[in-house]
């Protein structure tokens, strides 16, 4: 099972399981065709990268811990060591520079009022 769609597929039918949700009850959920999920758990598609995003934060589940699950842990995503893959030493450093000023900056702002 080293096709990426695969191991999602094995993650969604899995999880999908776990959380005692029917096929039908999941597409519902997420307004979607029931075959719509049917045909992501069997590889019966390629999923839209939207339909991916929405099923993955629908059952709580990682794309990168079912696409990449030899990564699974790790606290740096693929995407952030793709990201960094070829930089220097100094590129890196100021990237991490620039996420602790974002940081800060976050934890120093007040709270977000709540719109009525």
């Not at 990426?4 to 969604?12: I, R, Y």
């Not at 990682?62 to 960094?84: E, G």
């Amino acid at each position: 099972m080293n096709n990426p769609l695969d191991l999602f597929a094995w993650k969604v039918r899995s999880e999908r399981k776990r959380q005692h949700l029917t096929q039908r009850k999941l597409a519902e959920r997420l307004n979607m065709n029931a075959r719509t999920i049917i045909d992501l758990e069997t590889c019966q598609s390629n999923p839209k990268f939207e339909t991916v995003a929405l099923v993955a934060k629908e059952l709580n589940i990682s794309v990168d811990a079912a696409i990449f699950p030899d990564m699974v842990n790790q606290t740096v995503s693929k995407t952030v060591v793709d990201f960094f893959a070829g930089k220097s030493e100094a590129e890196i450093e100021k990237y991490i520079a620039l996420c602790k000023q974002a940081e800060a900056f976050q934890k120093s702002k007040p709270p977000a009022e709540p719109v009525a």
